[in-house]
């Protein structure tokens, strides 16, 4: 009993306290990864120059509540099927690893990053005469982010260039998405059905929202190259499809 007649409130041994502290943590972070923020890595180079490969970044899920990406999101996706070679899709192999990935506090694999160029109801055309995409009848301005890797223009993986492509309108829950790095990238242009194709799928390069998990908000490492993640205005442009 203590002076004031209460009984004296009885603490927890040591182990059961720091059990029930990394409980807590380790609710906390499934919490955390399920609804708000994971962590990932770029599995390839086909989002440079802005990202690298083995960079690692972070998502936040909070802006696709109730909602879809819009046009110029960079965003990690599950893999739709046959985009990566099974090794990207194996994830760490280190126990440690693999439980942290579980609670998202390690980057995992099976996904690819890609930036969002067109959604619902878009048409897509390449090119105009300054080699650039055009999403709606409006060229995109992606100077600041793309590497065309040394091709004339900033959709080249159908045709390398030599014709003009069109796509959509994109169906609805759907995405077509592509990395900037564009000569680099096996993203929705490798896809595309060409005209002498006889094993592609139609409909093949449109990736399903339900894929999405996210939008990658900040560079997180290395330390040197630390940003936040943004919109380019060139984006904001395009008219809705007509």
């Not at 007649?5 to 499934?30: C, D, F, N």
Request: hydrophobic share 40%.
């Amino acid at each position: 009993m203590t002076r004031s007649g209460k009984p004296k409130r009885k603490q927890l041994p040591l182990w059961q306290e720091t059990v029930l502290l990394l409980s807590v943590a380790l609710v906390l972070a499934v919490v955390i990864k399920t609804f708000f923020v994971q962590a990932f890595y770029i599995p390839s180079e086909s989002m440079e120059p802005g990202l690298i490969l083995n960079d690692r970044i972070l998502i936040q899920k909070v802006s696709y509540w109730g909602g879809e990406p819009e046009r110029g999101d960079v965003v990690v996706f599950k893999d739709p099927g046959g985009w990566l070679p099974p090794m990207d899709s194996a994830g760490p192999t280190n126990p440690i690893a693999k439980g942290m990935a579980k609670i998202g506090l390690y980057p995992t694999g099976g996904h690819l990053v890609k930036r969002v160029i067109g959604v619902a109801g878009d048409t897509i055309e390449c090119c105009d005469d300054q080699g650039r995409l055009l999403v709606n009848g409006e060229p995109l301005v992606e100077g600041a982010y793309v590497k065309r890797g040394g091709k004339s223009c900033a959709g080249p993986m159908p045709t390398d260039c030599n014709e003009d492509w069109e796509v959509g309108p994109i169906p609805e829950g759907h995405v077509f998405v592509m990395g900037d790095n564009r000569s680099q990238s096996a993203d929705s242009s490798a896809k595309m059905c060409r005209p002498d194709a006889t094993e592609c799928v139609p409909g093949d390069e449109f990736v399903p929202v339900d894929l999405v998990v996210g939008k990658v908000f900040v560079l997180l490492w290395p330390a040197d190259r630390f940003r936040w993640n943004t919109r380019p205005d060139t984006f904001e442009d395009v008219p809705d499809p007509s």
